[in-house]
């Protein structure tokens, strides 16, 4: 029974009892996680390493269909946290999802940088890490069209892709809950201005930015929901083993935040959360400058209404600034995180993706089952 029912009852001394012996085995087995940690096994869709650069990892997911669409995806996730969101647990997974539904699916994992990379910036990620990641995808699946799925930064980082890179084959790019325009943020924008915030000073000290420190800054923008409500809520649950399922492999994510690289980390807060030199056109990376606008692959934005890490605005800008003649915004009521894994994930943005992706697909082609 949750102990706030039993609030609401008379205070007999039997009730007064049961609460106490409720309030107990509560404090017991929130005790127990928090000194055990969550025991959620993660990413557990079969796959096979295809290829590695440095710490990144291109993995390609086993076929369970006979056949499916010829062009293959590759999903490219933030800097930030860990890619396996794209796959928490069976039934939680985008790359399940759409395995299911018969693509090729890779997913690039840059891995966890060590303080000898902090000079890895966005040029090398975006002209050296997936050129050469796309390259392995596309022998493998002997195509020369492909797809790129983006989430979070690293939609960002893949709209930096498709400008520089207009013929490499990209036919789909979808960017979900990937900020374009950095405008305005209602925290980050007064957070982040260089005359509160040192970033050259930051990375010159540390070298790379600790994934903690990044987390607190994400939960700051909701500092009583993540601070007090989610910790008494799994306090209130402790002895709920369904919601402990659901929550052990977010949790392990939410608490698995690799380090961010010192350089590229510059570039994300000066670029373009200082400067906003993405849709400016005045982003240059490599001696490129990137001009969104020579971005022609087939482009679905799809933002979050609930989203306060990236606002749908600043994902639906990519309408405005691409090049692309088949272009589409889709909003989803849910959240940052939620777009992906909640309910509303499976029912809406899982469908959409995949019905989107299938019509630009081309032919179905056997696949190898193993």
Not at 52 to 63: H, Q, V
Not at 171 to 177: R, S
Request: with cysteine; hydrophobic share 40%.
């Amino acid at each position: 029974m949750m102990i706030d029912k039993l609030f609401e009852q008379q205070p007999t001394p039997a009730v007064m009892m049961q609460i106490a012996e409720e309030w107990n085995k509560r404090n017991q087995e929130y005790t127990r996680i928090l000194f055990d940690g969550p025991r959620a096994k993660v990413g557990q869709t079969p796959k096979d390493l295809v290829w590695s650069l440095n710490k990144a990892r291109l993995y390609r997911y086993r076929a369970t269909c006979q056949e499916g669409p010829r062009v293959p995806l590759l999903m490219v996730y933030a800097l930030i946290n860990r890619a396996y969101i794209l796959d928490l647990a069976p039934g939680r997974s985008l790359v399940e999802y759409l395995v299911n539904r018969g693509f090729d699916v890779y997913l690039l994992d840059w891995g966890t940088p060590g303080l000898e990379d902090r000079e890895i910036d966005f040029g090398d990620y975006v002209c050296k890490y997936i050129p050469k990641a796309v390259r392995k995808m596309q022998r493998l699946s002997n195509s020369k069209e492909f797809s790129i799925l983006g989430y979070c930064q690293g939609g960002t980082i893949s709209s930096m892709y498709a400008s520089i890179y207009p013929n490499s084959g990209l036919e789909n790019l979808i960017l979900m809950a990937s900020p374009i325009d950095f405008s305005y943020h209602p925290y980050y924008s007064t957070w982040l201005r260089n005359k509160y915030f040192d970033v050259d000073r930051m990375v010159d000290t540390l070298g790379n930015i600790p994934g903690p420190m990044i987390d607190w800054g994400n939960r700051m923008l909701k500092p009583m929901q993540n601070f007090v409500s989610s910790e008494y809520a799994l306090w209130n649950n402790s002895v709920n083993d369904r919601f402990l399922q659901n929550w052990a492999p977010m949790n392990k994510w939410l608490n698995d935040g690799p380090p961010f690289p010192g350089e590229a980390f510059r570039n994300w807060i000066k670029d373009l959360y200082q400067d906003n030199k993405l849709v400016k056109g005045e982003l240059v990376i490599n001696g490129h400058k990137i001009d969104l606008g020579r971005a022609k692959a087939n482009l679905l934005a799809i933002g979050a209404s609930e989203d306060h890490i990236a606002l749908p605005e600043q994902v639906k800008a990519a309408v405005d600034h691409f090049g692309s003649q088949d272009k589409e915004y889709f909003e989803v009521p849910a959240g940052h995180v939620a777009l992906t894994v909640s309910s509303r994930g499976t029912k809406v943005t899982w469908p959409k993706i995949g019905d989107w992706l299938t019509e630009r697909s081309g032919e179905m082609v056997p696949r190898e089952v193993k």
